[in-house]
């Protein structure tokens, strides 16, 4: 097929070339710009001997115990693993809570940090009622994924408000999803992260992971 | 061991050369398959760090460019894909998703939101057809597939959006 055979009356290619020449006039971030043979090499250097060694199962598997051990203390809420669990927390506020098949790094950019739950409080709510809440405020919504404990901070703003929630990953089967401010219709977005409130139980908020 | 240093300081003036050249254009592939500034700043890291790794054992020096521009390519893709597979691409808050561009106006609004519903491959294949100018086999080459597929997917992703902006 030659090139002009994909020209058509709606021809893109002229709006293609604006939308780009718009997209790619932004200034460079400022890690782009120092980027050079200089600031790659440290990165090389302290991770090349840290993956030849075999070290990297070990970091992995390290992070993943971090992780487990900080969802059981949350959820047995037991006073030993609470001192534990806020221990590590403090000494690195950066440790979060996983949600399986959501990256939380991501979910941090879009404004939300959950961290580990304890020493926080006690969910008043249990798993299943909170899964059952999530579906509700959901509409069209299809079966639950499974409720996990954290202790979120939601928003960018300062301070940033925080509660103890039930994360639980809902279904929806027409991209629509119901906020406190009411129904409104959204691009198609197949799943949503809902965080219910562990004490109140009303929705604390909602984030949209489109689908695959 | 002094006649490493100076080969070393050539590798590095030399990587930092071209990079000083082609900074924007590595960039603006990155997000332009990405669509997401801070991916598009960890994917060019790793790109460059990949390219930087093997810098010393590559002869043909007038092939360097293609060589990077490559490199940055096909490691945002297999970036997105991976975005993709495991489902993780947080996607705006419905807020800030529901409030177009500024910049975009009349046709470009929807050209951004069905663009951004191609897949990595067809934004790469329109991006580096229509924005670098660069042919369906230099996008073969810089995509590392055949020519045939590169026409597939430049011929489904202008399909996809037409479709999306007549639905419009």
């Known amino acids: ?212 | 061991m002094v006649p490493a240093t100076p080969r070393a300081a050539d590798a590095e003036a030399s990587f930092d050369a071209l990079l000083s050249v082609e900074r924007r254009r590595l960039y603006g592939i990155a997000y332009s398959i990405l669509r997401d500034h801070a991916e598009a700043e960890d994917a060019l890291q790793d790109a460059l760090l990949k390219a930087w790794r093997s810098w010393g054992s590559l002869r043909k020096e007038e092939a360097r460019t293609t060589w990077l521009v490559r490199i940055c390519v096909n490691h945002c893709i297999n970036r997105r894909r991976g975005l993709s597979l495991r489902r993780f691409a947080i996607a705006p808050r419905r807020e800030d998703a529901a409030a177009a561009d500024p910049r975009f106006e009349g046709r470009l609004v929807d050209l951004d939101r069905s663009y951004r519903r191609l897949s990595p491959q067809q934004r790469a294949a329109v991006f580096l057809h229509y924005h670098h100018g660069y042919s369906i086999d230099e996008c073969a080459d810089l995509m590392t597939c055949g020519a045939g597929s590169v026409r597939t997917h430049l011929a489904r992703a202008l399909t996809s959006m037409r479709k999306e902006m007549t639905h419009a």
Not at chain 1, 93 to 120: C, E, K, M, N
């Open chain 1, 1 to 212: 097929m030659p090139d002009d055979a994909m020209a058509s009356p709606l021809d893109l290619g002229d709006d293609l070339r604006r939308y780009f020449a718009i997209t790619t006039a932004t200034e460079l971030p400022r890690r782009v710009r120092e980027m050079s043979a200089a600031t790659l090499r440290p990165r090389r250097r302290s991770y090349g001997p840290l993956l030849g060694g075999g070290g990297a199962g070990l970091a992995v598997a390290a992070v993943v115990a971090l992780v487990v051990v900080g969802l059981h203390h949350g959820a047995t809420g037991g006073a030993g693993s609470m001192a534990a669990s806020s221990g590590a927390a403090l000494a690195n506020p950066r440790v979060s809570v996983a949600y399986p098949g959501v990256d939380t790094s991501r979910l941090a950019r879009a404004g939300v940090v959950l961290q580990p739950p304890s020493g926080h409080g006690t969910a008043r709510l249990t798993p299943a009622e909170a899964q059952a809440a999530a579906v509700a405020a959901s509409a069209d919504a299809g079966g639950p994924g499974p409720a996990v404990l954290a202790w979120a901070q939601l928003g960018a703003g300062t301070p940033a408000s925080t509660c103890l929630c039930w994360v639980v990953e809902v279904h929806l089967g027409d991209g629509t999803v119901n906020s406190p401010a009411g129904p409104a219709p959204t691009p198609p977005i197949h799943n949503v992260l809902v965080l219910v409130d562990a004490t109140t139980g009303r929705i604390a908020d909602t984030v949209a992971v489109p689908g695959p």
